[in-house]
């Protein structure tokens, strides 16, 4: 590859980027001015992003007017799963695109009546690499690993973890049969970003559940 074309694909990324975060600043603002909570989960496949927004939502509904925007490449399985406990879900498939990004976002608001809604959960694509290229204009990210992805899986991803508010550990109803040492997971997470709050939670049993809403939404 020539350095041309390495500069073309370099000013290409850059202007990506930047149409990105002007929408989503545009989005952000949105959401602020229709007083709406907006929060982004991000996570690897298997971490447990929906099981732990259908255990939100099921302590939440009475309070709160809900929407979901979940991100998949192709199905709407999750969609499907959440919007049995009775919140209104949007799906978005990215088809090759490994992540949401700020447009996807902007043109789902668009046409969607705001005023019927106080709470904005975005359940962004399975991986813990792409998102951190792309913010929405949530007013919070909340990034999710498991124990079951073992104990390096933040040492490895750090740029997600700099970039989010709040870092849940998933699944430690199976610390008994895991040989994983959460403890390196918090310090390690702790080292990468000092003012994230980290909350060990079971999607199962609902441990911390409470917790993290308190975290998140008030």
């Not at 980290?198 to 049993?205: F, G, L």
Request: charged content about 30%; some cysteine; overall charge negative.
């Amino acid at each position: 590859m020539s350095e041309k074309e390495i500069s073309n694909i370099i000013e290409l990324n850059e202007d990506l980027i930047e149409n990105n975060e002007r929408l989503a600043n545009q989005n952000r603002n949105l959401f602020k001015k229709k007083n709406i909570k907006s929060i982004d989960f991000v996570g690897a496949i298997g971490a447990g992003k929906t099981a732990v927004i259908e255990s939100i939502v099921k302590r939440i509904l009475k309070d709160y007017r809900i929407l979901v925007i979940n991100g998949d490449v192709t199905s709407r399985i999750d969609a499907d799963r959440i919007e049995k406990h009775g919140v209104k879900t949007i799906q978005v498939n990215t088809g090759r695109e490994c992540a949401l990004n700020s447009y996807h976002i902007s043109q789902v608001i668009k046409n969607y009546d705001l005023n019927e809604i106080d709470l904005l959960f975005i359940e962004n694509v399975g991986n813990l690499i792409c998102p951190s290229d792309f913010i929405l204009g949530a007013e919070k990210r909340v990034v999710i690993v498991s124990i079951t992805e073992g104990e390096w899986v933040i040492e490895k991803h750090p740029m997600l973890f700099k970039m989010s508010d709040v870092a849940v550990i998933n699944k430690i109803d199976l610390i008994d049969v895991m040989d994983v040492n959460i403890d390196k997971m918090v310090n390690d997470a702790k080292k990468i970003n000092p003012n994230l709050k980290i909350i060990k939670t079971s999607a199962i049993t609902g441990e911390n559940i409470s917790e993290l809403i308190k975290e998140i939404i008030n």
